[in-house]
Nanobody, 123 residues
């Protein structure tokens, strides 16, 4: 399976961005997916996750209330709507697809990874 992330860019603090993750090569609709991020010099961290049907979503405490994860299984695409962005949200953002219907919060729960899309939030 191939995952293509897009939508990153430069935005001022308080602004919004919408990331997309397009999947190809195999079934997408049966698998959990998530977004992770990695800032320079830091480890990759969990941001948001969603189960196969979209009925269960979960977030890191740092983005809860500001970010929204969603998916459109008909389009094999996942999304991350990011509002009220802060400079500390600056990072490369990665989408990931689990082998099963739910991937959890740990990197080990995800088998397929897209390339990063850079989000830069200026103060």
């Amino acid at each position: 399976v191939q995952l293509q992330a897009s939508g990153g860019g430069l935005v001022q603090a308080g602004g919004s961005l919408r990331l997309s993750c397009a999947a190809s090569g195999r079934a997408f609709s049966n698998n959990g997916m998530a977004w992770f991020r990695q800032a320079p010099g830091k480890e990759r961290e969990f941001v948001a996750g969603i189960n196969w049907s979209g009925t269960s979503v979960f977030y890191s405490d740092s983005v809860k209330g500001r970010f929204t994860i969603s998916r459109d299984n008909a389009k094999s695409t996942g999304y991350l709507q990011m509002n009220s962005l802060k400079p500390e949200d600056t990072a490369d953002y990665y989408c990931a697809l689990a082998l099963f219907s739910y991937g959890g919060r740990d990197l080990a729960g995800y088998r397929y990874w897209g390339q990063g899309t850079l989000v830069t939030v200026s103060s």
